[in-house]
Structures are given as structure tokens and as C-alpha cells.
Antibody
């Protein structure tokens, strides 16, 4: 069974870069046809899609509201995906999830999720 | 990018049927998928591609849709169904994902 686990600092200072890693087990991030993505959820608020990357690493899509600050990458040697969000502010405080994304002609959906990790932006 | 709109809160009596809706222009082109999220937990996929249930999801959960509206119906709501529910679909602007704002379901 596919398992995803987010890891990284739980506290980041304002203006610095938030860096998270998602380790995938029980399957390969190079599995053909899948995307991998990051989603965040500020405390008490809804889900916000951050961005997604194709299994080959050749295509990335970012939420337009975050595009100028975000970068997602794959490390196939470690079966990991990463997230970098720079110039963070308190508004970036959230639980961050990694998930596997299925994109087909008719729809898209996240079929496996990590447990999430809380990142607080504060000095 | 597109937006998906959900009612912030819905309630249902125990054992009754409830429908949660999701509206948006992208739903005229793409089907919706639905997630259940309980407090302190990650979301769980309950319906994908309009009406398909992943393995392990009770058959009281069903999905449908028409025009710019997608619906998640729980037939015979149980206490354990009390949760937040989110819809998502593809975005007509070319992005692979757009989420609805979520609906808090209370089972009375």
C-alpha cells in the first residue's frame, strides 16, 4: 500500500524559505502516468492546491497565486518529492500535505495522501 | 483559474439522506471528485470521477452531477460521517486541480 510521509522544519522565520520533503514508500514516484502534488490547509480553513509535478519531472503546474514563490521537484533516487516556498509570511502557516494525483481526461483526484505536517511561520 | 463553490455548512438527522453540492464553470467540462476530512486527519477520497467509490468506502456515499453542479449524497447518514467535505476537479484554465471551499457536515 502506498504511503507518503512529509518531513521538514515545523517553524520557519518570516522572509525565509520553507522546505519540505515527502518520502514515498510502497510504490515508485516514477510510476508512469501519475502526478505528485502538495496541498496546504491554514488552521481552520479549507484545502489549497499548491502545485503538482508529473512522474517524469518534466511538467510542473503551480497555483497562480503562489507561482512566483514555489518550486516542486522529484528525487527519484530517494523516491521523494520536495517543496520550496520562499519569502514566507504568517499567512503561509498551514498544514502541508503531499499526495498522489491522478489526472485523466474527465477529471483529477488525489488518491493517496500523507498525514500532513504543520509549518508555522513566526519569528 | 476557475472556482468551485460549496455551501459552508449542512446538517442532517441521523439516518436521513443529505446532499452536498459543488458548483463551478469547470464542472461543465470535467467531473468532480470528493474528499472527507475529519478533525486532525488528512483528507480521504470518497468519490472520484463523478460517481466512482474507492475500495473501502461505504455504498451510502454516492456522486452525481449535471451542468455546472456536482453532488455528493450520503444515504442514511451515520454519526461517523460528520466531517468536512471538499470537491475538486480539473480547471478549465489548464491547471490540473481546483478545490471547493469545503462543507462542514453535522449529523444531528
Amino acid at each position: 500500500q502506498l504511503q507518503l510521509q512529509e518531513s521538514g522544519p515545523g517553524l520557519v522565520k518570516p522572509s525565509e524559505t520553507l522546505s519540505l520533503t515527502c518520502t514515498v514508500s510502497g510504490g515508485s514516484i516514477s510510476s508512469s502516468g501519475y502526478y505528485w502534488g502538495w496541498i496546504r490547509q491554514p488552521p481552520g480553513k479549507g484545502l489549497e492546491w499548491i502545485g503538482s509535478i508529473y512522474y517524469s519531472g518534466r511538467s510542473t503546474y503551480y497555483n497562480p497565486s503562489l507561482k512566483s514563490r514555489v518550486s516542486i521537484a522529484l528525487d527519484t533516487s530517494k523516491n521523494q518529492l520536495s517543496l520550496k516556498l520562499n519569502s514566507v509570511t504568517a499567512a503561509d502557516t498551514a498544514v502541508f500535505y503531499c499526495a498522489r494525483l491522478v489526472v485523466i481526461i474527465s477529471t483529477s483526484y488525489f488518491d493517496s495522501w500523507g498525514r500532513g505536517t504543520l509549518v508555522t511561520v513566526s519569528s | 483559474s476557475s472556482e468551485l463553490t460549496q455551501d459552508p455548512a449542512v446538517s442532517v438527522a441521523l439516518g436521513q439522506t443529505v446532499t452536498i453540492t459543488c458548483q463551478g464553470d469547470s464542472l461543465r467540462s470535467y467531473y468532480a471528485s470528493w474528499y472527507q476530512q475529519k478533525p486532525g486527519q488528512a483528507p480521504t477520497l470518497v468519490i472520484y470521477d463523478k460517481r466512482n467509490r474507492p475500495s473501502g468506502i461505504p455504498d451510502r456515499f454516492s456522486g452525481s452531477g449535471s451542468g455546472n453542479t456536482a453532488s455528493l449524497t450520503i444515504t442514511g447518514a451515520q454519526a461517523e460521517d460528520e466531517a468536512d467535505y471538499y470537491c475538486n476537479s480539473r480547471d478549465t484554465s489548464g491547471y490540473p486541480v481546483v478545490f471547493g471551499g469545503g462543507t462542514k457536515l453535522t449529523v444531528l
